[in-house]
């Protein structure tokens, strides 16, 4: 590896979907995206992987293998031109898992063909479970985490499963973050609006949510869904809950439009079946809302200390429950939420973790920090 010259910013290829859509990954790529064109710290260049124009729901194989050929290709391709053009110091791959292992493998080839080095950030929750049973997508997974410079995860649990079913050269655990200067103003949640963001989806629990919602019995109260859906699968849903009039369907928004829409709602809920560290929730936290999530991934973690509530995935009757019993209870609402914002504005702030991002990557390029510090607002030149 050719030692980068002193006194710069440090050059990454951060490889990882843009918006839109607006899932959590790619608001996340956003946010790292943005901070860096003010810093005098940090040069990022996104390889957005993102498919736009495929269907949420894969229901074939043959589908699900096209998509990840055309994704491989364009993600290999893409961080080859970086390469020669840019020549990064890191790249950095983000990797949710299934068929994209096998894109980390062509993208882990590339960045040793030039001699970058190259950093894994796992970003989904199902790692305990595959790494006990060998699966062939960890055996995949284990040989990138082997030849990696670092490994990111987001979630102690995650970082067990790989000290204990791999071999990672240098292994670290950085949470996601939030850009606090770009939220909404916020009231005290003392309503009954309840709201779900995120990909609508039997995965994230959207089925349970509904179940649950039959048992809410409490005037006032209302339950909004806003993201992507597939149109077919929205059709179904919207069949099956016509008889409840208090559940509306908002659809996907832009970003600043959904943190607006989460500011005035009174409580957040996710009850997904697997997450690695949800940006929404991180949201919701840093506005004071009420949460309510499944104990998935890191989820436990961020709502420790009284900061929201976890129920088991699956589970649409203790979900029911703690729905009823925190639209009963406003001044618990007030409470947990004051306790969330103050730990999501001082253990989740994007400046201190995108500190932790360039301090990874200067030590696995050997990169030098520039002396001169960040001016707040002033973007560089060149970008």
């Known amino acids: ?59 074939t194989v043959a589908r699900r293998i096209a998509a990840g050929v055309v994704q491989v290709v364009r993600a290999g391709a893409g961080l080859g031109w970086r390469a020669l053009r840019r020549r990064p110091d890191v790249v950095h791959a983000n990797t949710s898992g299934g068929l994209g292992v096998l894109r980390d493998l062509v993208l882990l080839a590339v960045a040793r063909a030039f001699r970058i080095a190259f950093v894994y950030h796992i970003r989904f929750g199902r790692v305990p479970g595959i790494a006990a049973a060998r699966r062939l997508e960890w055996r995949l997974m284990r040989r990138v985490i082997g030849r990696a410079a670092a490994t990111v995860v987001l979630d102690a649990e995650t970082e067990r499963a790989v000290r204990t079913f791999a071999a990672p050269r240098r292994l670290v655990r950085i949470p996601n973050c939030i850009d606090l200067s770009v939220l909404p103003p916020t009231t005290p949640p003392t309503g009954s609006r309840v709201l779900f963001a995120g990909w609508v989806l039997p995965a994230k629990g959207v089925e349970d949510l509904l179940a649950a919602w039959r048992s809410v019995d409490v005037d006032g109260a209302e339950l909004l869904l806003a993201g992507p859906c597939e ?33 005035r709602c009174d409580i957040f809920v996710l009850p997904s079946h697997s997450e690695g560290f949800p940006n929404a929730v991180l949201e919701a936290m840093a506005l004071g809302r009420a949460v309510l999530a499944s104990d998935v991934g890191a989820v436990a973690e961020m709502l420790a200390d009284g900061c929201g509530v976890v129920v088991p995935p ?58 001169r510090p960040a001016v707040p607002g002033v973007p560089r030149s060149g970008r």
């Open 314 to 371: 699956a589970d649409p009757a203790r979900l029911a429950a703690e729905l009823v019993a925190l639209l009963a209870d406003p001044d618990q609402r007030v409470v947990s939420g004051q306790r969330a914002r103050r730990k999501a504005y001082d253990c989740y702030a994007l400046p201190s973790v995108l500190d932790r991002y360039e301090a990874l990557w200067r030590q696995v390029s050997g990169t030098v920090p520039a002396r």
């Open 231 to 263: 149109p077919a699968y929205l059709a179904r849903l919207r069949a099956a809950t016509a008889d409840l009039p208090t559940v509306t369907f908002v659809g996907e928004l832009p970003g600043p439009e959904l943190l607006a829409l989460m500011a």
């Open 1 to 59: 590896m050719t030692m980068p010259e002193v006194d710069r910013p440090v050059r990454a290829a951060l490889v990882s979907p843009l918006p839109p859509p607006q899932g959590g990954i790619a608001r996340w790529t956003a946010m790292i995206q943005r901070a860096a064109v003010s810093s005098d710290r940090v040069d990022v260049a996104v390889v957005d992987i993102a498919l736009r124009g495929r269907s949420i729901h894969q229901t």
